[in-house]
């Protein structure tokens, strides 16, 4: 399954790129001012977790990215646990961005291996802090 990128996306590597398409990933590449982000979009959340099925997922890229992991990551609309109907630990707050208030999901990547990850990694990380959410 190929994914659909829309907008230019040739600052992101190669292997990042593939990656999305070889995962059938839609994604859409964006920037407000000097800051660089992709969303993920209408990613598919963890069953029966959040009262919604899917979201946007945005990744701010940082300007020294590979060598330098993405920090956090947001998600609109913003994703109510559906059990507890709050927020998750640490994903409360607004973050403002291409005209869009996102939700703050709290997460920072300690692991990164600069020359190994790329946005698999970070993906990756996002679904386990989804699935690990409360």
């Known amino acids: ?14 292997r ?30 963890p069953a029966n977790k959040f ?3 899917r979201a946007d997922i945005l990744v701010l890229i ?9 920090d956090m990551f947001y998600a609109d609309p913003w994703l109510l646990l559906k059990d507890t109907e709050r927020y998750a630990t640490a994903a409360d707050q607004p973050h403002a961005f291409a005209g869009r208030n996102w939700q703050r999901w709290s997460r920072h990547n ?8 790329g946005l698999r990694s970070h993906i990756r990380r996002v679904r386990t802090a989804l699935e690990e959410a409360a």
């Open 110 to 117: 300690n692991e990164w291996r600069p020359g190994r990850d």
């Open 62 to 70: 940082p300007p020294a990215y590979p060598d330098v992991p993405p």
């Open 16 to 45: 990042d790129l593939s990656y999305l398409a070889d995962n059938g990933i839609e994604a859409e590449c964006l920037s407000d001012g000097s800051q660089k982000a992709i969303v993920l979009k209408n990613f598919l959340l």
């Open 51 to 53: 009262k919604v099925a």
């Open 1 to 14: 399954m190929l994914a659909e990128i829309k907008s230019p996306c040739d600052w992101l590597p190669a």
